[in-house]
């Protein structure tokens, strides 16, 4: 079945550096692909999403490429910030089935 | 504007003892999903409901758990009996769906232990 892998954690970044958090995944069909990020003690909420091959997502300083030639989706962001610190999930969907990857969880030191 | 209200946000129970989540949709929403988030497991979608009606319940662990929609803006989810390994982050999420990329809705999550 569908499903997605990405980046184990934790990763721990100074201010400012540059954040790559990987994410492949395996699909039958045309998914849409997301990145959701939790922060501590709150649920789930969607960060960036992209529908198609070659669609770029990007909100807050993120951004990721929906790659099909790689099946991949990586999360990059090029200053983070030590608000940055939560989880993030990589998460694929396909008539409304929808696959999380296991999380990376993100520390930012100032 | 209101987002997915779940209840309560923590419970603490005795092993055997019923328990009852209880989750708000966002209004207009056509999907319902519940997840359980534990460290070992991650998230895992328990069940999910369309127009009211469950379509997924794979993911369901045991007949201890069932969940109920019987109208479109509210859903509950019950253990009976429950069990310490049952302890975790429950979480519901709503969407409208229509066959696009349909981004789903999370509420605050309740945590549940049971002793």
């Known amino acids: 079945g569908d499903s997605v892998t990405q980046m184990e954690g934790p990763v721990t970044l100074s201010e400012e550096a540059f954040l790559t958090i990987n994410c492949t995944y395996t699909a039958t069909g045309y998914p849409s692909l997301f990145w959701y990020v939790q922060y501590p003690g709150e649920g789930l909420q969607l960060l960036l999403k992209?529908?198609?091959?070659?669609d770029k997502g990007s909100n807050k300083g993120f951004e990721a490429t929906y790659r099909k030639e790689t099946t991949s989706f990586h999360l990059e962001k090029g200053s983070v910030q030590v608000s940055d610190s939560a989880v993030y999930f990589c998460?694929?969907?396909?008539?409304?089935?929808?696959?999380f990857g296991a999380g990376t969880r993100l520390t930012v030191k100032p | 504007d209101a987002g997915v209200i779940q209840s309560p946000r923590h419970e603490v129970t005795e092993m055997g003892q019923e328990v009852t989540l209880r989750c708000k949709p966002i209004s207009g929403h056509n999907s319902l999903f519940w997840y359980r988030q534990t460290m070992m497991r991650g998230l895992e979608l328990l069940i999910y409901f369309n127009n009211n009606v469950p379509i997924d319940d794979s993911g369901m662990p045991e007949d201890r758990f069932s969940a109920k929609m019987p109208n479109a803006s509210f859903s509950t989810l019950k253990i009976q009996p429950s069990e310490p390994r049952d302890s975790a982050v429950y979480f519901c999420?709503?969407?409208?769906?229509?066959?696009?990329?349909?981004?789903?809705?999370f509420g605050p999550g309740t945590r549940l232990t049971v002793l």
């Open positions: 999420a709503s969407s409208f769906t229509s066959g696009g990329a349909d981004e789903q809705f």
């Open positions: 998460a694929l969907s396909d008539n409304n089935d929808m696959r």
């Open positions: 992209a529908t198609k091959a070659d």
